[in-house]
């Protein structure tokens, strides 16, 4: 079942960050998504659940983390693509344009796809965090060119108002070995 809300903490210090995780799931009735050492030497925590157990949770893991807070997440409503997305479970579709969204954070990667998801008619493929990527988050979704536009334009603005978009692209009329490989 996908969480009604999700909250994360991205930290600086992977010991600190499993001192936040513990005390996030100590505070409320939320479930554990995520915990985990990320690149490069960061810790993550994911949590989702109801939206008051999950704001609870993610309030003690701000004040938990305090110096140590890189980036963080707390949506109350989550779209219902993002976690198939995050955890790779997507059917693959044949659609004729590609979004990517990089961001150099993984909760700032988690709101773009959430705001793209909203904005528009799109499907959310595949969204990775950092291991492999250099402690940045990527995000590829696809579907009919004006659609990606819009989903991609909304999925970046709030990265690019913190400073932690790296890039965003939309690719028209993907080729067949392209498409091959990403859907």
Not at 12 to 37: N, R, W, Y
Not at 164 to 178: A, D, E, G, I
Request: negative net charge; glycine residues 8%.
């Amino acid at each position: 079942m996908t969480p009604v809300a999700i909250a994360a903490i991205e930290t600086s210090s992977i010991a600190q960050g499993t001192v936040v995780g513990d005390a996030m799931v100590k505070t409320a009735e939320v479930t554990l998504v995520q915990a985990c050492p990320i690149s490069p030497g960061k810790y993550w925590v994911l949590i989702g659940g109801e939206v008051a157990p999950v704001r609870a949770s993610f309030q003690r893991g701000l004040e938990v983390a305090a110096e140590v807070l890189l980036d963080s997440l707390f949506i109350p409503q989550l779209h219902a693509m993002v976690i198939p997305a995050l955890g790779g479970t997507v059917p693959p579709e044949d659609h004729d344009a590609l979004g990517v969204i990089e961001t150099l954070t993984a909760a700032s990667a988690i709101v773009a796809a959430d705001r793209a998801a909203k904005a528009a008619a799109v499907t959310l493929r595949d969204l990775r965090l950092a291991n492999g990527l250099g402690g940045k988050g990527v995000l590829f979704l696809s579907g009919d060119v004006s659609n990606v536009q819009a989903a991609v334009e909304a999925g970046r603005v709030e990265a690019l108002a913190k400073g932690l978009l790296s890039r965003s692209v939309v690719v028209p009329r993907l080729h067949p070995q392209m498409k091959e490989k990403v859907f």
